[in-house]
């Protein structure tokens, strides 16, 4: 294998790891998931068009392999009362924890084509053109999801403005007395 592709490859598994936990919502999972796209990758590595994006390709043999997965096991139910997921939750410790959790729980709350191009753009920094060569679809529609799944997760998490990050009023007030 030429090495710029071996580093390209490898320069692109942490985001492909970010966005496969962001997809499956399981370290475990997502590792697999990843692991499984290298395997295919390399398998297939004849196909990659030297001069093209490798990450995109990366990220898209990801995305069809997850939604391949989910296809299978959408019909598998595991845990549907959530019975014993909520025995094994512990109560978040700080304020930053809740946050999280409370955006994870947003996010998740998106319909899959508004998160996967939120998560892609927003926090994998792919741009709105490389993402919608990821997704198979055009700039434009990649535009108006990310738009959209932002002014949904604000509504869901209850965001007017930027008064609503960080510290709350109280210990605003706190922080500027001194005390």
């Not at 090495?3 to 997809?23: D, H, N, Q, W, Y």
């Not at 590792?31 to 995109?56: C, H, K, W, Y």
């Not at 927003?122 to 700039?139: D, H, P």
Request: charge should be negative.
């Amino acid at each position: 294998m030429d090495e710029s592709v071996r580093k390209a490859v490898l320069g692109a598994v942490p985001s492909l790891r970010a966005f496969a936990i962001s997809l499956c919502g399981n370290v475990d999972r997502a590792d697999d998931l990843v692991q499984e796209t290298l395997m295919r990758a390399l398998a297939n590595i004849d196909s990659f068009q030297p001069g093209t994006n490798m990450s995109a390709w990366l990220f898209t043999i990801l995305r069809n392999h997850f939604r391949s997965e989910y296809r299978k096991r959408r019909r598998e139910v595991e845990d549907s009362d959530g019975r014993y997921a909520e025995s094994m939750k512990t109560q978040p410790e700080q304020h930053g924890q809740v946050e999280f959790r409370e955006f994870r729980e947003a996010l998740v709350q998106l319909p899959a084509d508004q998160r996967e191009a939120l998560i892609l753009v927003g926090a994998s920094g792919f741009s709105y053109e490389e993402t919608a060569q990821i997704c198979g679809c055009a700039v434009g529609t990649i535009k108006s999801r990310v738009n959209r799944a932002r002014t949904r997760l604000a509504e869901l998490m209850s965001i007017g403005g930027a008064d609503d990050f960080g510290p709350d009023q109280q210990t605003r007030a706190v922080l500027a007395s001194g005390e």
